[in-house]
């Protein structure tokens, strides 16, 4: 199950500040109204860590310039029969970024159009 929205620093704060003074999960979930998993899960993450803040994401970082992103987008726009291979000469990652950019542009569509539907 995916998570859900981030809890704003100053509820993780608060968390701990009742926490700390002597309260356990349960009574906090149900002052804050927070669930007891989140409550849990704040709680563990400031014992291990030290800190309420957000800590950094895992996962690769993105290896295009978001310019090479933007001229890259613009080529292929211009002629989308370009082969990804001669761009590639010059720019990398294109099949992904090119991907992920029509993948949005249709989505985006797909919106547009089921909100005319609903009309």
Not at 55 to 60: E, K
Not at 67 to 74: G, K, N, S, V
Not at 83 to 104: D, G, N, R, W
Request: charged letters at 35%.
């Amino acid at each position: 199950m995916p998570r859900s929205k981030e809890i704003q620093k100053q509820m993780r704060e608060k968390v701990i500040e009742i926490y700390q003074s002597g309260k356990g999960y349960k009574a906090i979930s149900k002052a804050l109204g927070l669930p007891r998993t989140t409550v849990r899960a704040i709680i563990y993450k400031w014992r291990k860590h030290g800190t309420v803040e957000n800590l950094p994401r895992s996962g690769r970082p993105t290896k295009i310039t978001p310019r090479a992103q933007r001229q890259l987008i613009q080529e292929v726009t211009k002629d989308p029969t370009t082969i990804s291979k001669e761009l590639q000469a010059s720019l990398a990652s294109v099949k992904t970024v090119v991907a992920c950019y029509f993948t949005k542009d249709s989505r985006k569509k797909e919106k547009e159009l089921k909100g005319k539907k609903e009309e």
